[in-house]
């Protein structure tokens, strides 16, 4: 089944894709930050705040969209809840940044620069299944890989926190280090399960239309 739209509905579709497309640069910036020297990693933050800041006003772009007008193309309540996780996604990804540059850690494992690339795919296929509102089917595919992966980041995400643990990582057994380090580790999680959230979302989106 595909949506039927107005050229005044399609409004709130657009503005949902503008917001959408804030989500792989965040991600492009932040997995530049992981691989980044240390001295590199405070202009990429900022930057990443910038985005943050875009997104903000793109939620509520169209959030206050949604209140002007009488038929929408989603749930009005789907609708509004899909621009706040898609901004609050974009907010994780900024705090995981401005965490990796306080917490001044030389090193980062390599699978922290693997859980970045898990971040950047699910930006990517996030963005796609917005694109594919219309479409629910090829919503779907999209939102069945953004699972897929978001199971690879719980299995490397419990890599991560051995290595941590057993005193294999760049942090070694220095306890601050194990702290920050850790911290980072869940950072990245938590941005991958906000991905998640998103894909949820679009996933009631996908049932209502049939």
């Not at 997995?31 to 800041?53: C, N, Y």
């Not at 897929?148 to 490397?156: P, Y």
């Amino acid at each position: 089944m595909r949506f039927r739209l107005t050229p005044r509905e399609d409004r709130v579709l657009e503005l949902l894709a503008a917001l959408t497309r804030h989500l792989p640069v965040a991600a492009d910036l932040l997995a530049q930050l992981v691989a980044v020297d240390p001295a590199g990693r405070t202009d990429l933050s900022e930057q990443l705040q910038r985005v943050s800041r875009e997104a903000g006003e793109a939620s509520r772009a169209v959030q206050r969209r949604i209140t002007e007008v009488f038929v929408t193309p989603l749930d009005p309540a789907d609708a509004y809840l899909l621009a706040t996780r898609l901004a609050d996604c974009v907010d994780h990804l900024d705090e995981a940044g401005e965490h990796i540059v306080l917490y001044r850690l030389e090193t980062l494992p390599a699978d922290v620069v693997r859980q970045a690339g898990i971040i950047q795919r699910c930006a990517e296929l996030a963005t796609h299944a917005i694109a594919e509102l219309r479409d629910p089917q090829r919503m779907r595919e999209a939102l069945a890989e953004i699972n897929r992966f978001s199971g690879e980041g719980d299995a490397l995400h419990r890599t991560l926190l051995r290595s941590i643990f057993d005193g294999s990582s760049p942090a070694g057994t220095d306890p601050i280090q194990v702290i920050a380090l850790k911290g980072v580790v869940d950072d990245l999680e938590e941005c991958i399960d906000a991905h998640r959230s998103v894909a949820s979302v679009l996933e009631t989106i996908a049932l209502r239309a049939g």
